[in-house]
């Protein structure tokens, strides 16, 4: 199954819902476009919204790294949403968790671009 990517825009933030696995492969290269595209329009406050991402491999893991980097790179923001269990433990075990900024609820989220 691969994932599917759909954004809205909420307080000039951009929320990107995914859903599905984010695997090698076109799963991942799907994030990437998805980002980019973002970027490339001047979007530079993203929040994944990974609550139906059931599973993330390492070339998922890695995606989403070089998405934050991207975004960092272009003086945006990159931050996540709703981490199931399997993934925000995949977060910790990679020490990524320090990295990205994660939240749970997404007002709250949102409020912290401002």
Not at 9 to 14: K, M, P, Y
Not at 46 to 53: A, M
Not at 87 to 113: C, G, M, N
């Amino acid at each position: 199954m691969s994932i599917k990517a759909s954004t809205r825009l909420v307080d000039g933030v951009t929320i990107v819902d995914l859903s599905g696995r984010i695997t090698l492969g076109e799963a991942s290269s799907t994030l990437r476009e998805t980002v980019r595209d973002l970027i490339s329009k001047g979007q530079k406050n993203i929040l994944l919204n990974l609550g139906d991402v059931t599973y993330i491999d390492s070339s998922g893991i890695g995606e989403l790294v070089s998405s934050y980097t991207s975004v960092s790179n272009q003086g945006g923001k990159l931050k996540l949403l709703n981490l199931q269990k399997k993934v925000h433990d995949l977060l910790q075990i990679t020490k990524l968790y320090t990295v990205f900024e994660v939240h749970t609820d997404e007002a709250a989220a949102v409020r912290s671009f401002s």
